[in-house]
């Protein structure tokens, strides 16, 4: 019997934020019963522990939709480190955590509220602006005027480790309104080479920025993701690629997701400069909610 935990990430309330599940000691398990699992589940991505396989790296995390498996995600990261450190009080991190996105750093801090939870992503590749033909199939998938887009900020398919589209859009309104179509979508995933798609609307109303975003990605069985680790991380990178984020130093700013779902959350993006190289560092909490058994032996609600 496999114990896979509950864990919402991205937040410290009870069914808001990402849910994820986590597999804390899957050394025995082949990728196979891993995606039997996953699916199984049901959450967007279920991760798994393993030993490590090399001396440059603490442990082996890996990742599965109930579909397929990706190389990294944000929340099922934060769920599965704090996890560890709230069943154990682990307090040997930082660790180096082995992903289909390299080896990446994963630092667990307490104070008063908890466990924070932060991680490094992987190295920044930003690929071409989508084209007029490309912009036309996006709009029409998201039910989009071409004035809905941000004025100055195009479309850009950028990767933490997982790629996204970061597509700026014109408010919080325009975002809470989108009704995309999934055929849609998923069609123009193909064409592209990228299966998530993240509009995000800017709000400096309170003189610091914040960003709400939205993530659908239907061609991996996601209509849409409630608080996204990887589409939010390349936001931060996109803001500073086109001047948003004018980098000298350090620069930390929250991003919300999940509201129109009912399930709201914020991770907490940190861009820093690293002898010319951008590093992106996404945070959050998590909390608990139960646990599921593979196979079944009983009736758990999830």
Known sequence: MVTIHIVDAFTDTPETGNRAGVV???????????????????????????PAQGPDHDLQVRYFTPQIEVPICGHA?????????????????P?????GAGILPVEVSKDDQGFRVSMTQGAVEYEPLLDTEELDLL?????????????GLPAQIVSTG??????????????????????????????????GFFPVALDKSGGA??????????????????????????TGAYLVKHGIIQLSDSFSYPGHQGHKMGKPGTVFVTLSLEREDLIVQIAGRAVRVGELSHPPNAEQPH
Not at 24 to 50: C, P, R, W
Not at 139 to 151: C, K, N, P, V, Y
Not at 174 to 190: H, I, M, N, Q, R
Not at 211 to 218: E, I, K, L
């Open 162 to 195: 997982h790629s996204k589209v970061i597509i700026p859009i014109q408010s919080r309104d325009v975002l809470d309104g989108l009704e995309p179509d999934a055929e849609k979508l998923t069609l123009l995933s193909k064409k592209i080479g990228c299966n």
């Open 77 to 93: 990261t934060i769920a599965t480190h704090f996890l560890r450190a709230s069943i154990s009080g682990d307090s040997s991190y």
């Open 95 to 99: 660790l180096n955590v082995l992903t």
């Open 24 to 50: 804390l000691d899957a050394g025995a398990l082949n990728a196979t019963e891993m995606q039997d699992i996953a699916a199984f589940a049901g959450f967007s991505e279920t991760a798994f522990v393993l």
């Open 209 to 234: 920025l914040e960003t709400n975003g939205r993530m659908f990605a239907p061609a991996i069985g996601i209509p849409e993701d409630p608080v996204t680790g990887n589409a939010n991380g390349p």
């Open 139 to 151: 709009a029409a998938a998201l039910g989009l005027e071409q004035s809905d887009f941000a004025d």
